[in-house]
């Protein structure tokens, strides 16, 4: 069956570094686009970056995370990944990666979901 | 602040219905599909509805969404307690960047 499992997270400090990992399997990771989203302790789900079948192509970003944040994937691991920067307090949150589904612009969704991965900001 | 506006709570017995609205614009819902997802008390978010109106497949049809204009709806039928949840929808920007609701809370009373 699909599996997306998330690691990486972890409690860091404000201006730190962080990568995290999503470890896929019961699919062809290359056939692909994927996604990481992030939701805040008690708030609404948010998305933060997408990337389409390899690096070389189309890779998108939340305008307030664009220059912080890169999304990459190995498709020779199956895996994506997200490397956090200059992270800052409000970037706490529990870090979902997530599969796209659809075969075009403004059709696409997510699915499935990884269990997700708890990054924690902080001094 | 989203830019597409959910309820921030809906509730009703069980066995009854339930609808939850998600207002866009004509930038992001007006001209492009709607996802909604169930998100379970300390789950991971979950695919209920895509393309407006298809269920993917385990999803019974007690859930329904339908789109008009820059509106979209969330219809759950048969209010089971199991049910309770945060509902989000999500859409596309033309930007491509994927625009969520704020959520709404299901409570079955």
């Known amino acids: 069956q699909v599996q997306l499992v998330e690691s990486g997270g972890g409690l860091v400090k404000p201006g730190g570094s962080l990568r995290l990992s999503c470890a896929t399997s019961?699919?062809?990771?290359?056939?692909?686009?994927m996604a990481w989203f992030r939701q805040a302790p008690g708030k609404g789900l948010e998305w933060v970056s997408s990337i389409r079948r390899t690096n070389t192509y189309y890779t998108n970003y939340a305008d307030s995370l664009r220059g912080r944040f890169t999304i990459s994937r190995d498709n020779t691991k199956n895996s994506l990944y997200l490397q956090m920067n200059s992270l800052r307090v409000e970037d706490t949150a529990v870090y979902y990666c997530a599969r796209f589904g659809g075969d075009s612009e403004g059709k696409w969704w997510f699915d499935p979901w990884g269990q997700g991965t708890l990054v924690t900001v902080s001094s | 602040q989203s830019v597409l506006t959910q309820p921030p709570s809906v509730s009703a017995a069980p066995g009854q219905k339930v609808t939850i609205s998600c207002s866009g614009s004509?930038?992001?819902?007006?001209?492009?599909?709607v996802s909604w997802y169930q998100q379970l008390p300390g789950t991971a978010p979950k695919l209920l509805v895509f393309?407006?109106?298809k269920r993917p497949s385990g999803i019974p049809d007690r859930f329904s969404g339908s789109k008009s204009g820059t509106s979209a709806t969330l219809g759950i039928t048969g209010l089971q307690t199991g049910d309770e949840a945060d509902y989000y929808c999500?859409?596309?920007?033309?930007?491509?960047?994927?625009?969520f609701g704020g959520g709404t809370k299901l409570t079955v009373l």
């Open positions: 393309e407006n109106n």
């Open positions: 004509s930038s992001n819902i007006g001209n492009n599909y």
């Open positions: 019961g699919f062809i990771f290359s056939d692909y686009f």
């Open positions: 999500g859409t596309w920007d033309s930007s491509l960047n994927f625009l």
